[in-house]
């Protein structure tokens, strides 16, 4: 594991090194990405003062959500670049997977130090922001357990939003395609993560606690969180069980991983 | 003397599921299990022998690649068993591919980005080959392989024999006692040709590598290999001395005359003519029917002649002649 650790350190040192060769072009970029992604949330605060809340949450309370996924998303998508179809996809089409797999190191490992979008520092600088805006805004009850939940949440979610990398990037072994609804899961997740579930129709409701469990990685924690009412009735444990259900959806998405991979049949010449 | 190499029965089909296009194309490939099956590799089974170098023939689509991925460990076989020393390819893989090194001549296994240079720095750590081994390494190959001009070019613009000759010193670096050359000559000049040629024999001869080679250049295997095996449609055809091969089936020999006059019909017992063209005339005899000496002893007596060639078969027309009419089916 310390070997495999190095070496994608040292994989992703190149990348990074590569990707800073124009810093100021590189910083410029970052942030007006941060901004342009900043615009939506204005755009959405703008509209919501308008009503004072949404769904019974305040601005500062739905900052608080919008920015944790936000943030974690953008960590995912950093860490995880190796996994998206743009690097993935091509890996799988030409067989240059093949060169992964003559390697005697976990295949795991070297795929995510294939990528590495430090361009997605623009997201996570947004998240981040607007979680600060959200806790300055929110009047949180701050106990020792509300505190350390809060990086206990991000660390569930970008396992989750992960997992659907994975699980997307497996699939590729027999569609060789892009699976595009499984876009509604990543970054439709993502959005619905960022307000608070009960004010979507039953149906959506339903899909993204079921099928995708994403709400037990926002919503119900943050209801514990901010100590909402749950208009939904669910019994408080659900609060917790984002770890739990992280953590599983990691495990199983990590198992049909290697079950693909079994499967790969490479490509001729 | 143990096999470092066994393959029992092994076969490999690859499964060619529908593709379906347009909008929910792909959802529909992955649920669409409907395929057809390709018997790329069928019931093959060999043994090698530490320190061979064997080559691996047969014509296009005929399962060499297949194998080879098969060896390394890249795919899974369908069915049969294989063992390389006391290893299981694909289920051993990580621990077994440290032994192993591969070129697969159509693609590089570099880093694409990389300066060679620093692909092959990343190669010290992937296969924790100690410092002092790999310096002693590259500074060989790179002297026989001639990599100083281009070492700081990143892979993607390196010529095709550049790569190839990156590659070869990649694939060698962590030692291997057993290497696999997936036409490692493919597109190259004869030149560059000649230098793989040369660096592969090195490789078997002072270092003892077992090395499995495909090519489709007859001309590698005449200069490179003693045992060939040939493959077609996944089965095995024939395995044994190339030598051998040749005299078995390459025994026919070919005679060009030019006549210093022109004969209406300059035929000959026991020779055939195959091409005519005004006083320039070839026949081809087999070599158990006529000698040479007497073949032209004959024909000098009956006719003038100005010049003549005896060539044998070319090596190349024989493997044609053996792949296009399944001379080894019987
Ligand atoms: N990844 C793949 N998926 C499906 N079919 C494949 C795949 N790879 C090879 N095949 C098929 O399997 C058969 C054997 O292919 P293989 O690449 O092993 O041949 P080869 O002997 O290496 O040929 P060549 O000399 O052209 O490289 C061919 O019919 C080929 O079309
Ligand atoms: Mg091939």
Redesign the interface.
Known sequence: MR?NL??LF??LR?QIR?QLQYPASFVMEVLSQAMILGFFFVAFAVTLSQFGDIGGWTLGEVALLWGLAEFSFGMMDMIFSGFDYDAFGPLVI???F??L??????ITMQVLGSRFVLRRLGKIIEGLIIFIIGLSLANVDWTLGRILYIPVLIFCQVLFFGSLFIFGAT?TF????????LNVFTYGGSEIMSYPMHIFPRAIRLLFSFVVPAIFLSYFPMVYILDKPNPLNMPVFTSFLAPFIAISMFWLSLKFWRFGI?N???T?? | MEAIIKADRLSKD??I?K?HKGYL???R??FDRRFTLVHAVNDVSFRIYPGELIGYIGPN?AGK?TTI?ML?????PTSGEVQVNEFIPWKD??????HIG?V?G????LWW??PVR?SLE?LK????IPSDRFKQNLDSFRAILELDAFMDTPVRSLSLGQRMRADLCAALLHDPKLIFLDEPTIGLDVVAKQRVREFIQFINAKRGTTILLTTHDTADIAKLCKRIMIIDHGKILYDGEFDELIKYYGGSRVLSVEFAEFYQDPTIDQAKIIQRDGVNVIYSFKREDISASKLIHQLSEKYRIRDLEVQDQAIEDVIRDIYENQLLYN
């Open positions: 070997r190095s070496l040292r994989l190149i590569s030409k067989g240059t093949d060169q797999l003559l390697r005697p190191v976990n699939t027999w569609t060789k395609e892009r699976l595009e609804i079994k790969y049949q490479s001729g010449s | 690859y499964k599921y593709d194309g792909a959802l490939n992955l689509g690649s991925k390394t460990g890249l795919l899974v893989r990580k621990d077994y591919v440290k591969a697969f159509q693609r590089t296994t980005d990389l620093d990343l750590h992937i296969y924790e």
